[in-house]
Nanobody, 126 residues
Framework: QVQLVESGGDSVQAGGSLRLSCAAS????????LAWFRQAPGKEREAVGS????????TYIASVKGRFTISQDKAKNTLYLLMNSLKPEDSGMYYC???????????????????WGRGTQVTVSS
């Protein structure tokens, strides 16, 4: 059984930084794609970025490019999202997700991912 557990969410001032973690169990990252999604109240869920574990290729949405960085620690089966220069618009529930099998791209659509964590809350105050 694959389980994804996010942690690291917190309340932070605008301009601050935060690092989210996603610990995976019952799962190997080899060959799959991983992603971070977020959803604010009253807004649609959106992908923040994705990573192809085979070669580390990453993709980000324009609003976070240059501020957020996705990385992985294969030895620890952990995915990270480093968020710098946080803005109030970045607030929301953050989820990590994994494809069910081998991934050859870096999909940003939610239906490409078969496994999801329960989320961790990020609140950015102005």
């Amino acid at each position: 059984q694959v389980q994804l557990v996010e942690s690291g969410g917190d309340s932070v001032q605008a301009g601050g930084s935060l690092r989210l973690s996603c610990a995976a169990s019952g799962y190997t990252y080899s060959g799959v794609c991983l992603a971070w999604f977020r959803q604010a109240p009253g807004k649609e869920r959106e992908a923040v970025g994705s990573i192809r574990t085979s070669d580390g290729r990453t993709t980000y949405i324009a609003s976070v490019k240059g501020r957020f960085t996705i990385s992985q620690d294969k030895a620890k089966n952990t995915l990270y999202l480093l968020m710098n220069s946080l803005k109030p618009e970045d607030s929301g529930m953050y989820y990590c997700a994994a494809t069910s099998g081998t991934c050859y791209g870096t999909p940003m659509r939610s239906n490409a991912y078969g496994y999801w964590g329960r989320g961790t809350q990020v609140t950015v105050s102005s």
